[in-house]
């Protein structure tokens, strides 16, 4: 990453930014890049800059965008904006791997693999000794190996359940609750070997040396399958994996809880949380989202508000919501819940923000779609009688929520269509019983596909 030092001129005050990063677009015009009022060399140097890391990620792409994941590793929203460019540009992250990963992001294979230094709980002594084992006598073939192997003094029990919980291990045993279980055996297990070898004491087979038979001395390297186990246990649910990787790599990497609403979520949410700063103040929006952080504010009146933490598939984002709002909804803003939200659009101080106005979980969100073939989707009587049928079920602006779905389908081809908000409908079943009195196809569908 090339970083330069740029020099502002803001009146007769000279005021310095150092460390401006060249992956930043930049409009170039009459020799002034135009949103700083640069100068010609201040332009030239960033026109130059800007030329190179185009080439680079434009000829070197899994190169450049380990580079700049590993550059701005400290800054959990570049980091989910880069993941979600390297998704856009068809590169894959792999989570960590204790047989793989080295200390920084790292392209390999096509994709690009988390680095160690990015996990949380896990310092530079600990992947140190990590590397200087698996580099001295090859791949970690179980958890008890790996714990035999490195110095534990520097991999202690918080740093190897950090790795477990965040994946690293899944290529050697995929049920992170059984390595869980295991690893509190196991770390006793490998401590007080460590104390025999520390003492001269040691295993009789590491003793023996060269003199005895092959079969002896494999046995002796092998060590470490007689190390204690837990008893079998069910692995962690999906939900509950996805929640440790969050908290120890500040984003979901193996999964993501709105990826299986990726296909639909867009019909929905026109735009997403990365775009909000583009819209106008007091745009009327719905977004799908992960509810992360949940921020309780008393305000001077006594009454109770709230501040969001949220994120989607491209960033992570503040939602405000003001006394009433939160008094109608507090319950279902549960840490870690999908919801879909509707609110609008607000600039304070330069900020974007979103006002929230209401939620919903995303489990209970119910779509009406209702077909049209191509003749009734061009004939003004017929399209006058669904939104004749539509409005009378969404009287109470407040309570329709449920968004309604156009399927015109042709011999050819299938489109969704989705009606605007002010179609909304309050009760779903009752409006999917409506449309069919009136001879129009229609049927309720999960926004979960369930």
Not at 153 to 171: P, W
Not at 175 to 191: K, M, P, T
Not at 387 to 411: F, N, R, W, Y
Request: aromatic letters at 8%.
């Amino acid at each position: 990453m090339i970083k330069i030092a740029t020099r502002k001129y803001l009146g007769k005050q000279n005021v310095y930014d150092i460390g401006v990063e060249s992956d930043h677009n930049f409009t170039i015009k009459n020799g002034l890049i135009a949103a700083n009022c640069f100068n010609k060399s201040h332009s030239t140097a960033y026109g130059y800059v800007t030329y190179q890391t185009a080439y680079l990620k434009a000829n070197y792409p899994l190169e450049y965008m380990a580079a700049l994941l590993t550059a701005n590793s400290g800054d959990t929203d570049k980091v989910q904006r880069y993941i979600t460019n390297c998704t856009n540009m068809g590169i894959s992250i792999d989570p960590p791997d204790i047989n793989r990963s080295g200390v920084d992001f790292t392209p390999t294979a096509g994709k690009i693999l988390f680095g160690f230094s990015a996990v949380r709980n896990v310092g530079q002594n600990a992947i140190a000794c990590i590397l200087e084992a698996r580099n001295e006598t090859g791949e970690f073939k179980t958890l008890a190996d790996f714990c035999d192997r490195v110095d534990l003094r520097a991999v202690n029990r918080r740093t190897l359940e950090s790795l477990i919980y965040c994946g690293a291990f899944d290529k050697i045993e995929s049920n992170r609750q059984q390595l869980i279980n295991d690893s509190e055996l196991v770390y006793d297990w490998a401590q007080s070997r460590a104390k025999d070898r520390a003492s001269g004491q040691g295993n009789l087979f590491d003793l023996l040396g060269d003199g005895f038979s092959s079969a002896q001395n494999k046995r002796a390297s092998n060590a470490f399958e007689t190390a204690p186990k837990s008893k079998p246990i069910m692995d962690f649910t999906a939900q509950e994996k996805l929640q440790k990787e969050k908290e120890l790599l500040g984003f979901y990497v193996s999964d993501h809880p709105l990826k299986s609403l990726r296909q639909i979520a867009p019909l929905l949410t026109p735009i997403n949380l990365s775009q909000l700063a583009d819209q106008r103040e007091e745009t009327r929006l719905c977004a799908v989202v992960m509810l992360n952080n949940v921020k309780k504010v008393v305000t001077k009146k006594g009454d109770q508000m709230a501040i969001l933490q949220i994120e989607d598939l491209t960033t992570q984002s503040e939602a405000v919501v003001f006394p009433k709002t939160y008094e109608r909804i507090s319950s279902i803003l549960q840490v870690d819940t999908r919801l879909i939200i509707w609110g609008k659009v607000d600039r304070r101080d330069e900020q974007t923000q979103f006002i929230l106005e209401d939620a919903e979980p995303v489990e209970t969100v119910q779509m009406v779609m209702v077909e049209l073939n191509p003749q009734q989707a061009g004939n003004m009587e017929d399209l006058h009688r669904l939104k004749t049928i539509l409005q009378e079920h969404s009287v109470d602006k407040e309570k329709a929520k449920m968004p309604v779905i156009g399927i015109i389908q042709t011999e050819t081809s299938r489109k969704l269509v989705r009606l605007g908000w002010q179609f909304c409908v309050q009760d779903s079943r009752i409006t999917v019983q409506a449309l069919q009195n009136a001879s129009f196809p229609a049927h309720i569908k999960s926004l979960t596909g369930s």
